[in-house]
């Protein structure tokens, strides 16, 4: 995939990282993988669309601060450029720009009822405003609804973070389930990778269920695998990125060897 897109109704690469299960890594990726690729010179834009507003918060975007959320560029009907520029929320120097969730994002299932082509509302968003980003990314909530199927069908590529637990491994047909289902209406595929995530090498445990990942999905699954790393809560505890707290960790050398995977894959 180019750094930037071409030949795609929405002009730059969208990645949308999902996976129905919770706690497996997913806003962590959105906002490491984001704060990577910016490092790398690319435009960025995290959009975060889990009504949970994890990445937001996390960014020290509080929901009750924000004037203009993702909920309320989905429900506007037509293009709105004053919107969407009220919901940009720009990163200072060398940070990746946000647009932030809402707790109404749970309500959009309901509110866009009967509307027509509803899956395609971000698609369309993204196809107007995201020229100026290279990568836009997704940070999806863990329920298949309305939400995630307008990420999915926006997507050059869905990252499937995956945890490396046994655990985690049985949740997984949840969102490979929707994939199919979605492949049957959509005019091409979803385009997926999987993220192996939250790995320990020291766990035996571990070690084999990632053995059994490159088994079944072979180049499917990143090369990149993340570790286990202490820093990424410290980073949330601190309203940054890893990036901001430790560079040089583990953590951040991994997201940035995956950000480079997708830059030249
Ligand atoms: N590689 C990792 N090592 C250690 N902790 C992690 C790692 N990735 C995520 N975490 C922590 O695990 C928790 C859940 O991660 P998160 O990204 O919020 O998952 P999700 O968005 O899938 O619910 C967070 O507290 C996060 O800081
Ligand atoms: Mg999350």
Same mark, same amino acid.
């Given at each position: 995939m180019p750094s930037s897109c071409t030949g795609d109704e929405v002009g730059c690469s969208v990645l949308a990282v999902a996976n129905?299960?919770?706690?497996?890594?997913k806003t962590t990726t959105a906002l490491t993988l984001g704060a990577a690729l910016t490092r790398m010179g690319r435009r960025t834009l995290v959009m975060d669309?889990?009504?949970?507003?994890c990445a937001s918060v996390h960014l020290g975007h509080f929901p009750e601060n924000v004037p203009v959320s993702a909920y309320d560029l989905l429900l506007t009907e037509g293009f709105d450029a004053g919107l969407w520029g009220r919901a940009l929320i720009r990163g200072a120097e060398g940070r990746m720009d946000m647009v932030a969730s809402n707790v109404r994002l749970s309500e959009l299932d309901i509110d866009l !009822?009967?509307?027509?082509? !509803?899956?395609l509302l971000l698609k369309k968003l993204l196809g107007e405003a995201?020229? #100026?980003? #290279?990568f836009v990314i997704l940070d999806c909530p863990p329920n298949m609804g309305v939400l995630l199927v307008n990420a999915m069908v926006a997507s050059n590529l869905l990252i499937i973070p995956i945890q490396t637990d046994f655990l985690a491994l049985h949740g997984l047909r949840l969102i490979f389930d929707s994939i199919r289902l979605l492949n049957k209406v959509l005019p091409r595929p979803v385009a997926w990778r999987a993220l192996a995530t939250?790995? #320990?090498?020291?766990a035996g445990a571990c070690r084999r269920v990632l053995h059994l990942l490159r088994g079944k999905l072979g180049p499917k699954l990143f090369e990149t695998v993340i570790d286990m790393d202490t820093q990424f809560r410290e980073a949330s505890a601190s309203g940054g990125v890893i990036y901001d707290i430790a560079p040089d960790s583990r953590g951040a050398r991994e997201y940035m060897a995956l950000a480079k995977e997708i830059v030249t894959s």
């Open positions: 129905q299960k919770g706690g497996v890594g669309l889990d009504p949970h507003g !009822k009967g509307r027509e082509n !509803k899956g995201a020229s #100026d980003y #290279d939250m790995f #320990d090498r020291r």
